[in-house]
């Protein structure tokens, strides 16, 4: 590619250019045939802005907040795993970016980098991703410790009893790293077993498939933190969701 990027897209095929084929078919892809992944980028572009003419523009404010903390935009940084694979950094480095953008980065449980790491990198505000295990233990350490560690918000990944089928990982015979915030905690060895291991501690094995809003309750009852719900997908979740809220 010619020039410097300025689009999304095009940091998208610098990415391609750069990474190795397993680690760039990790990052962009998706379950299965990846129709929801196809989707996802077809409602974004089905999205219209109707534009009001004769409005004062001269000063544009598009700050906002989300639980009471200040951003440069409604943008966050959304939780994604192994951005050591991108950048010696990690999610050091991520963090920092966020900082430097003025905007909340959620921290991913499957991060290459510790709670501990991240949290030390800068002084911005965070939030910390998780799941709620078959072993509370675990669930409760991990949030336990992003309390401790300063991060502000604990970020509940709800729509995902069992992961979805990568077929790219799959073919490419994807290797987990080691998951430095689960050592102590559960065996972090790589393997390297035919096929991908991208599900060797994942919801086949540890995510708790009964998972409901009795277990809601449990996870704030062992932090101070509020608790928000990634994955809500329906209006009917949505409203169940804004009543036990109010409740």
Same mark, same amino acid.
């Not at 799959?170 to 559960?186: A, D, W, Y």
């Given at each position: 590619m010619e020039g410097e990027p300025v689009n999304v897209n095009e940091f998208q095929e610098l990415a391609r250019q750069a990474l190795p084929k397993? /680690?760039? !078919?990790?990052?962009?892809?998706?379950?299965?045939?990846? /129709?929801? #992944?196809?989707q996802n980028v077809e409602a974004f572009q089905g999205i219209t802005i109707r534009p009001r003419i004769l409005v004062d523009i001269s000063r544009i404010d598009l700050s906002t907040t989300v639980l009471g903390y200040k951003i440069s935009a409604p943008i966050l940084i959304a939780p994604s795993a192994k951005h050591k694979w991108a950048h010696p950094e990690g999610e050091v480095a991520t963090a920092r970016a966020a900082a430097a953008c003025d905007t909340i980065m959620i921290l991913s449980y499957r991060s290459t980098c510790t709670i501990?790491? +991240?949290?030390?990198?800068?002084?911005?505000?965070?939030?910390?991703?998780? /799941?709620?295990?078959?072993?509370? !233990?675990?669930s409760a350490n991990l949030v336990q410790r992003a309390e401790r560690c300063g991060y502000k918000a604990i970020v509940l990944t709800v729509d995902s009893p069992r992961l979805g089928r990568r077929e790219k990982d799959?073919?490419?015979?994807?290797? *987990?790293?080691? #998951?430095? *915030?689960?050592?102590? =905690? +559960?065996s972090t060895q790589v393997s390297t077993d035919d096929g991908s291991n991208i599900e060797a501690f994942d919801a086949n094995t540890a995510f708790d498939a009964s998972l409901s809003w009795k277990?809601?309750?449990? #996870?704030?009852?062992?932090?101070? =933190?509020? +608790? =928000?719900l990634k994955g809500v997908l329906t209006h009917e979740d949505a409203c169940v969701l804004d009543i036990k809220r109010v409740a």
């Open positions: 397993i /680690y760039y !078919d990790y990052y962009s892809g998706g379950a299965e045939d990846e /129709y929801t #992944l196809k501990e790491e +991240v949290a030390s990198s800068c002084n911005a505000v965070r939030f910390f991703q998780c /799941y709620v295990y078959k072993r509370r !233990d675990i799959i073919k490419n015979k994807m290797v *987990n790293p080691q #998951l430095k *915030n689960f050592e102590g =905690l +559960v277990d809601i309750g449990w #996870l704030r009852s062992i932090t101070n =933190l509020p +608790v =928000l």
